[in-house]
């Protein structure tokens, strides 16, 4: 059955770093845009950052564009999300996401608790 299992989250301080990883299964990854998202409660989901399914065209949200890098490794079937300088702002759960064309799958998320 398809998996997106989100790991590396965590408390880090302002202006730390994390490397969030989705390691997906039961699809065929390659062929996806993934897509990094996330939520704060009480507010809806938003999107951080997409890739497209080589990795040869990304795209972020325009807060999102400095400090945040996505990647993927098409060899291990795992998405990155690279977040340097961050700020308590970007406390959330973050989301791992596939899509094509006809279907859409989502991780469980992981939280990020950025505070001293």
């Known amino acids: 059955q398809v998996q997106l299992v989100e790991s590396g989250g965590g408390l880090v301080q302002p202006g730390g770093s994390l490397r969030l990883s989705c390691a997906a299964s039961g699809f065929t990854f390659s062929s996806y845009v993934m897509s990094w998202y996330r939520q704060t409660p009480g507010q809806e989901r938003e999107l951080v950052a997409s890739i497209t399914p080589i990795g040869r065209n990304t795209g972020y949200a325009d807060s999102k564009k400095d400090g945040f890098t996505i990647s993927r490794d098409v060899t291990k079937n795992t998405l990155y999300l690279q977040m340097n300088s961050l700020k308590p702002e970007d406390t959330a759960v973050y989301y791992c996401?596939?899509?094509?064309?006809?279907?859409?799958?989502w991780g469980q998320g992981t939280q990020v608790t950025v505070s001293s």
């Open positions: 996401n596939a899509r094509d064309r006809v279907n859409e799958y």
